[in-house]
């Protein structure tokens, strides 16, 4: 989970930088995108659990290193000499954040197919990327497979796991609703389509906290096709004291939920049942926080979107 980047790093990209030198390399099947900051105890783990996969088809590791203050720098370019010709990395001159970093990191990758896992996370599955890879060139409809993950904290003791995984099936009117169990940014491998990269390019996206969780709707979306979350278990997500997501106070992380869920509620299409399900989840979910810290005017702002 990410923090939106300054306004002028925005309107600098949205004019200047747009996704529009999309392609894709014939024999490349898969991109790895991998962003990183400050990761030095981690990132290894991370390209290793790369590096372990056994496929039929050939893939490459970007990475995008959104200029680390710590031992980073040095960690990749270690790797880069363990593992040559496998692996890109993109500095970066300053501290862009997340989202930018994302962008520019997806714009290298000429992989068929993108599998995203960020640098303090890492695969457990050697064969996970050929099991997603199978799964949607034999199901064109779906854009984006996913699986079941582990939460660890720093000593690798399990936070969480699913005791009973079974297939899961979403679309865009699931995600709309809430629904994404399962679909952690280190499990996400979708087809790379230029309808898909069309989400970078919407100046919006730069204001929301969840950048997977956009991802994940605007695909679904712009498609048409579901999300399928094949039940095994083939990656870790790690909670650590760097996390920008996993450390922030409930009070912080429920602002940031509610502002993704009403540029949600302004930026995407529904009708319908559909508007009374987002007016019933956001009764049952945030009104109570918003009607708290007497928001009345953020409540009426969001509720006349839904009615």
């Given at each position: ?10 309107n600098?990209f949205?004019e ?24 030095e105890?981690f990132?290894?783990?991370?390209v ?8 039929d ?36 001159e300053?501290?862009?954040?997340c989202?930018?970093n ?6 290298a ?9 960020e ?20 199901n ?27 297939p ?57 096709r579901k ?29 940031m ?7 949600i ?8 049942i ?30 006349k979107y839904?009615?």
């Open positions: 989970m990410s923090m939106p980047v300054a306004i002028s790093d925005v600098t949205t200047s930088n747009k996704i529009s030198d999309f392609m894709i390399k014939k024999d490349l099947i898969v991109s790895i995108c991998c962003i990183t900051y400050n990761h105890q990132i290894a783990q991370a290793d659990s790369f590096m372990m996969q056994k496929t088809f050939k893939f490459e590791i970007v990475i995008g290193n959104d200029c680390s203050t710590d031992g980073t720098c040095g960690v990749l370019t270690m790797l880069q000499e363990k593992y040559p010709g496998f692996i890109t990395v993109l500095p970066a300053k501290n862009v954040g989202h930018l994302m962008v520019n990191t997806l714009k990758c000429k992989g068929k197919y993108i599998a995203l896992c640098g303090d996370d890492f695969w457990t599955d050697p064969f996970k990327l050929q099991k997603q890879v199978d799964f949607l060139n034999n064109p409809e779906y854009i984006i497979c996913c699986h079941y993950t582990r939460v660890i904290d720093m000593n690798d003791n399990t936070l969480y796991v699913h005791p009973s995984p079974k899961l099936v979403y679309s865009y009117y699931d995600l709309l609703c809430g629904k994404q169990e399962e679909t952690k940014t280190a499990t996400v491998l979708y087809h790379n389509l230029p309808e898909v990269y069309e989400l970078y390019n919407k100046p919006w996206y730069f204001n929301c906290y969840a950048g997977d969780k956009m991802l994940k709707l605007f695909a679904t979306f712009a498609t048409g999300i399928y979350v094949i039940p095994e278990v083939m990656s870790c997500y790690r909670n650590h004291t760097g996390g920008i997501w996993s450390m922030i106070r409930d009070d912080s992380r429920m602002e939920v509610i502002s993704d869920f009403n540029l509620t302004q930026k995407f299409d529904y009708h319908g559909h508007k009374r399900k987002l007016l019933l989840l956001y009764i049952q979910r945030y009104i109570l926080f918003e009607l708290r810290r007497w928001r009345i005017g953020k409540i009426y702002n969001t509720v839904l009615i």
